[in-house]
């Protein structure tokens, strides 16, 4: 037992010289580029290891999900770090990847007159329509005349995350360099005077809250002298680091998104070509951007982002990305369709501003928790496999030189390097690109193609706000569509039901009824069950916490239970939000999505989001 051990409990204890915290891209890019220098060709030692002699360095990856690729992305990528790492990434024989061979960029309409668009909008709207034939309108959709530079993918490979990720495990797996173990939970890390000494895996065998029950196995402790944190944007790891160590002065993580998507096997009358990317504005919502991205096979991955600017408290993903489908330009594409997978993520989207530490003694970060996510280019996974690759580069370079992992060397074998690679670079052209989002979706869209253009030089101002300073109330929001009284009423007849009360209150705004045709468009539950396949194992404890459940029963903006994408989240006894965590697909938005701040930490909300087991099955997001 050690003094910072919460239980009273004997560990079991393991060593090695590099422990990896999550498996995405970004450890993915790290584990390629190392497992390949750790042994020769002939499978004969090249780095041996301090802390085991006569043994190959020892690697090891822990991985939250149930399985290796049960992540989730678009994915369109230039694949600039991709195809360092592997020249003959096109002929690779990764299933869903496909070369990009045509890119178009569509202003949606809207098509049932419920979209709560900007005058200016409606204005420009009406001259879209009256101009159609002129314009090329087709479908209530304007084709824009060209694709800016710096988000256009030519050259570029459409993938999907979990096949991706798969393929990536093998080849690491199977070169016998590094071992990765999925379904492991790692609950914290371990801090011991100033230095991360390594990890504590998850407990299992416990009760809801934490406390020890029937086959009760305390978490291992994985002791190394160095800790790879690549746990993502919402990553439990990486805020402990974060708490600890503090983050960079003027440094912040506002801005969020939640990207929630379907793949769906395509109608025969389907005419799209594998590799046509499609990104969409205007539609369901200004403030929501959409990709439809195709696969060989005739199928297709589309989705929609949700961004914490959009001041709407009654913000579902689901609902939303069901009446994009139905916009006519997307429905004619995948009318008689099927949903195959089903899946929903956090991005953090203040990109090289929400840049935490990235290295200290014991430690480094990489990928998208490390602030690497480049929100003018709309890419994320180039940049978080890039970040991999660069801090293995430090890593054999200091192994090499027989150098421990400080924070000094860490610095200049790691960090400076990152500096000087386009990521960085990149990152810091798109630093400011979003700002004036927070002012609205016509100030936003200004102010990104002026960065865009600029590389970054001009830029609309604004001041990025966590959701809990922004978002309004239902009454706010639906002012002069729903009386107060009505809402009143909506909400508790939802509360009553134990349902988020979204879907009865975007109807009474005008969005029509979503025709269910259990193939396609399903229910929210029939999405957990057909195309996330959503498990959690017995065991663990609740990974969702309410921190203050007197503060969530006085909470009348329940904007937890509305936008949680799995409806693991939803309405309790005495007014409380409750947990189910047999329907948590992790996708991290409830720990920026809430109405409240919190008391000890004002950039967060009343929700503690641990490290926790389960959530989607399936490799194909
Ligand atoms: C819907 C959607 C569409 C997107 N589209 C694109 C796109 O078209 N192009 C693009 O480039 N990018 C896209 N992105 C962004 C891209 O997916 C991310 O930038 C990228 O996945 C980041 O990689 P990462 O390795 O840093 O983190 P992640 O991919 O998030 O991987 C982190 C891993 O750590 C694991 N983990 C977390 N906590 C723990 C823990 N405590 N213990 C063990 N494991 C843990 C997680 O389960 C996860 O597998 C999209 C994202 C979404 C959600
Ligand atoms: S978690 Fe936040 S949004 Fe949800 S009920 Fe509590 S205070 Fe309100
Ligand atoms: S409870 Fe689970 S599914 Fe719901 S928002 Fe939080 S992480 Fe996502």
Redesign the pocket.
């Known amino acids: 037992m050690t003094a910072e051990d919460p239980l009273p409990i004997e560990r079991p204890c393991m060593d090695a010289d590099i422990v990896c915290?999550?498996?995405?891209?970004?450890?993915?890019g790290f584990l390629t580029t190392l497992s390949r220098a750790i042994l020769n060709p002939d499978g004969s030692t090249a780095i041996e290891s301090p802390s085991a002699p006569g043994l190959p360095l020892q690697v090891l990856c822990?991985?939250?999900?149930d399985d290796l690729g049960f992540?989730?992305?678009?994915?369109?990528?230039r694949a600039r770090g991709l195809k360092e790492s592997f020249p003959d990434l096109e002929s690779a024989g990764i299933p869903m990847a496909a070369p990009v061979k045509d890119e178009k960029i569509l202003y949606l309409l809207d098509p049932v007159g419920a979209s709560r668009r900007p005058a200016l909008m409606r204005i420009a709207d009406v001259g879209i329509r009256a101009l159609g034939g002129l314009l090329g309108v087709r479908d209530l959709a304007m084709e824009l005349p060209w694709t800016p530079d710096f988000l256009e993918k030519h050259g570029g490979m459409v993938l999907s995350?979990g096949q991706f990720n798969q393929w990536v495990g093998q080849q690491v797996m199977g070169s016998g360099a590094a071992q990765i173990w999925p379904g492991?939970?790692?609950?914290e890390v371990v801090i011991e005077n100033d230095a991360v000494a390594g990890i504590r895996l998850t407990d299992q065998g416990v009760t809801k809250d934490g406390k020890p029950a029937d086959g009760f196995m305390p978490g291992m402790e994985v002791r190394a002298p160095l800790t790879v944190v690549?746990?993502?944007?919402v990553?439990?790891?990486g805020r402990q680091l974060d708490e600890a160590f503090g983050i960079p002065e003027g440094h912040h993580t506002h801005d969020w998104a939640l990207?929630?998507?379907f793949v769906v096997d395509l109608p025969e009358s389907c005419t799209l070509e594998p590799g046509t990317v499609l990104h969409t504005l205007g539609y369901p919502e200004p403030e929501i951007f959409g990709?439809f991205?195709v696969h060989p096979d005739r199928v297709a991955s589309m989705?929609i982002?949700v961004p914490s600017w959009f001041d709407s408290p009654a913000r579902t993903a689901y609902r939303y990305l069901q009446h994009w489908m139905l916009h006519p330009a997307i429905w004619k594409h995948i009318k008689g369709g099927r949903l195959r997978s089903w899946g929903?993520?956090?991005?953090q989207e203040s990109g090289r501003r929400g840049e935490p530490r990235l290295a200290g003694n014991g430690f480094a970060r990489?990928?998208?928790?490390s602030g690497?996510?480049n929100v003018l280019t709309?890419?994320?996974?180039?940049?978080?496999w890039t970040t991999g690759v660069i801090l293995a580069e430090g890593v054999l370079e200091l192994l090499q030189q027989k150098k421990p992992f400080t924070a000094e060397n860490l610095e200049a074998a790691y960090v400076s390097r990152r500096r000087h690679s386009w990521v960085d670079h990149e990152g810091r052209v798109a630093e400011r690109a979003r700002d004036g989002f927070q002012r609205g979706i016509i100030p936003g869209m200004i102010g990104m193609m002026a960065a865009g253009l600029t590389k970054g030089l001009v830029a609309m101002p604004g001041k990025p706000m966590p959701p809990h300073r922004r978002v309004p109330s239902l009454e706010e929001y639906y002012r002069g569509r729903i009386a107060p009284d009505e809402i009143r009423r909506i909400v508790k007849e939802s509360d009553a039901k134990g349902i988020a009360s979204h879907a009865a209150l975007m109807e009474r705004a005008g969005w029509p009824e979503i025709p269910f045709d259990g193939e396609l468009l399903v229910s929210h539950q029939d999405a957990l069950l057909i195309g996330g396949k959503v498990q959690a194992p017995a065991g663990y404890a609740d990974h969702v916490e309410f921190l203050y459940p007197s503060d969530c029963a006085a909470c009348d903006n329940k904007i937890c239970v509305e936008m949680c994408s799995g409806q693991a989240i939803y309405p309790g006894e005495d007014g409380r939000p409750a947990f189910d965590r047999e329907k948590c697909v992790?996708c991290g938005a409830c720990l920026w999505n809430c109405a409240k701040g919190n008391p000890n930490d004002p950039e967060r909300g009343l929700i503690a989001f641990h490290?926790g087991a389960g959530g989607l099955h399936s490799a194909e997001n």
């Open positions: 915290v999550g498996f995405g891209p970004a450890s993915g822990y991985e939250r999900a992540g989730v992305s678009g994915v369109v990528t995350m492991s939970p790692v609950g690549a746990d993502g944007p990553g439990p790891i990207g929630m998507k990709f991205y989705g982002f929903a993520k956090t991005l990489i990928g998208e928790g690497s996510t709309n890419s994320g996974v180039d940049e978080a992790h490290a």
